[in-house]
T-cell receptor, first 114, second 113 residues
Framework: NAGVTQTPKFQVLKTGQSMTLQCAQDMNHNSMYWYRQDPGMGLRLIYY???????DKGEVPNGYNVSRLNKREFSLRLESAAPSQTSVYFCASSLSTGRNTEAFFGQGTRLTVV | GNSVTQMEGPVTLSEEAFLTINCTYT??????LFWYVQYPGEGLQLLLK?????DKGSNKGFEATYRKETTSFHLEKGSVQVSDSAVYFC????????????FGRGTSLIVHP
């Protein structure tokens, strides 16, 4: 059972470089999310996609773009990386059909911008 | 809007001690409540949940009761083990809309032998 798969697991970027974080889920979930995790800040929502073909901003969208390529895949792009984007990034997905809806998480991407 | 407040960590305990991690929430509607656990180097995974008032969620010796009158969902375990060392996140899910989970800041638990 693969669940939610994120790539890469680790990345170091120089300020101004761009990169795309990849996420794929194999559970046929309709909703997908990108969070960032920073010390003392918990998980903050960057972008989410409630269904294939739709994306919406979360709490901290500045500096990021997303693409919901198909039902399985949801990518996060940093066009011009900044040191403030050093963080651990988590992709998650859920079925979003009722009160029992559980989110499933990938293992995270640890990004350092120097 | 929705928010979740958890007690600050880290919480440091000896093995077999009693654990309580406090969680309170603010929600515009009637949410479902969750506890997730994050072990070192991993993503979050569901620990337990409760979907209506007075429900008790339980798993792996952990328990939490949905208290609507006090807007709380405190996590408890009677006897912690070293393997319980992790970060614990309280979360709410506003249902009927976008189903976006809202997380607390997380509480780190360190259990010493």
């Amino acid at each position: 059972n693969a669940g939610v798969t994120q790539t890469p697991k680790f990345q170091v970027l120089k300020t101004g470089q761009s990169m795309t974080l990849q996420c794929a889920q194999d559970m046929n979930h309709n909703s997908m999310y990108w969070y960032r995790q920073d010390p003392g800040m918990g998980l903050r929502l960057i972008y989410y996609s409630a269904s294939e073909g739709t994306t919406d901003k979360g709490e901290v969208p500045n500096g990021y773009n997303v693409s919901r390529l198909n039902k399985r895949e949801f990518s996060l792009r940093l066009e011009s990386a900044a040191p403030s984007q050093t963080s651990v990034y988590f992709c998650a997905s859920s079925l979003s059909t009722g009160r029992n809806t559980e989110a499933f998480f990938g293992q995270g991407t640890r990004l350092t911008v120097v | 809007g929705n928010s979740v407040t958890q007690m600050e960590g880290p919480v440091t305990l000896s093995e077999e001690a009693f654990l309580t991690i406090n969680c309170t929430y603010t929600a515009t509607g009637y949410p479902s409540l969750f506890w997730y656990v994050q072990y070192p180097g991993e993503g979050l995974q569901l620990l337990l949940k409760a979907t209506k008032a007075d429900d008790k969620g339980s798993n792996k010796g952990f328990e939490a009761t949905y208290r609507k009158e006090t807007t709380s969902f405190h996590l408890e375990k009677g006897s912690v083990q070293v393997s319980d060392s992790a970060v614990y996140f309280c979360a709410l899910l506003e249902t009927g809309g976008s189903y976006i989970p809202t997380f607390g800041r997380g509480t780190s638990l360190i259990v010493h032998p």
